[in-house]
């Protein structure tokens, strides 16, 4: 990525305006000419340089680390969302999104209640069933809470000859693709996490499959997608996927709709039942 210095000294000049005194804990001062802080403010807040930092100022500065930026977005008072602009102008990628471990937000929590028509779930970026509703459930099956990855929709595939048997053999290596080049894309936002390394690395030696395909590196963020299902009950039956992001913890609420054309709505209605006795079903 190449730092945009131009950009990169206005958003500085004028995050810096915005900024109070009192809003940084310094005292207001008299005769203050400028709006917010003033330039060695700004330095001395985030460790650095008067000069240094006036030289970013004008255009003219060596490329910041991420460490001296990290400290200006603290010393900017930058939200989340211009903390990440902030690195993007200065050539490089913004920090990795936060995570929320198992936690689902209650509004993700109430909206699956209301789609009592609709199969729903909440994914992690690696692909953690989190929550799904009791039609979800009901079309796509339980996920197993208590083997390491046994929620985890990647490793079911690479690793459950039983979750492949639900869906037509022809379209095998299409999943497999999708599945893999969106974990692609995840564990690029999430260099130094643990969790990404070690699914990874059990998946690179339990599936070949799976090592041949992450070594093409191929990668595509999974939005939209049709998916065909062999159900027990139902027989074949074609979904539109529809991925709705939550940026701020990583969270993707996936709806599983109709395709148009057809009668699965009718079809579907055959499954709205109770799942022991509970609206939603969590993995």
Known sequence: MKIDRDQLADFLRRSRE??????????AGPRRRTPGLRREEVAQLAGMSADYYIRLEQARGPQPSTQMLGALARALRLSDDERDHLYLLAGHRPPAARTAGDEVAPALLHLLEQLDATPAQVLDDLGDVLAQNAMAQALLG????VSEHGRNVVWRWFGDARQRAAYPPEEHEYYSRLHVADLRAAAAHRPDDAAVTRLVSRLREASDEFAELWDRHEVAVRRHSRMRVLHPVLGLVEVDCQVLVTPEDNRRVVLYTPAPGGDLADRLAL????VGGDTLAFG
């Open 18 to 27: 915005r900024v109070s005194p009192q809003a940084a804990g310094l005292p």
């Open 142 to 145: 339980g996920v197993c809470t």
């Open 271 to 274: 499954l709205r039942r109770p």
